[in-house]
Nanobody
């Protein structure tokens, strides 16, 4: 059973915004670094953004820098990905991940995953 559950995906037009949410079922997110990855059809899973356990340190893929924002609400035990100015190339299944350590961009470092939420950007 996945330890994280994503929501908030959908079909939007280029330039629109979406906010993805991630709720852990058996983790206290304030103890974990978290990240968002995505996987488009026929492509490898790729790093999108990561955050330290405190939320004070964040990293972004160059392709989303300035458009996406990762955040944590440790009091509510939730993680978010605010996505603005969406582009067709952002179309993918988005996954939330967590691990007990420093935030990284390497999917192999993360042992806790959700099942993903589909984001489709199309006119």
């Amino acid at each position: 059973q996945p330890q994280l559950e994503e929501s908030g995906g959908g079909l939007v037009r280029p330039g629109d915004s979406l906010r993805l949410s991630c709720v852990p079922s058996r983790l206290l997110i304030n103890e974990y670094a978290v990240a968002w990855f995505r996987q488009a059809p026929g492509k490898e899973r790729e790093f999108v953004a990561s955050s330290s356990w405190s939320g004070g340190t964040t990293f972004y893929a160059d392709s989303v820098k300035g458009r996406f924002t990762i955040s944590k609400d440790n009091a509510k035990n939730m993680v978010f990905l605010q996505m603005n100015n969406l582009k067709p190339e952002d179309t993918a299944v988005y996954y939330c991940a967590a691990h007990f350590g420093s935030p990284t961009s390497n999917a192999d470092d993360y042992g806790n995953w959700g099942q993903g939420t589909q984001v489709t950007v199309s006119s």
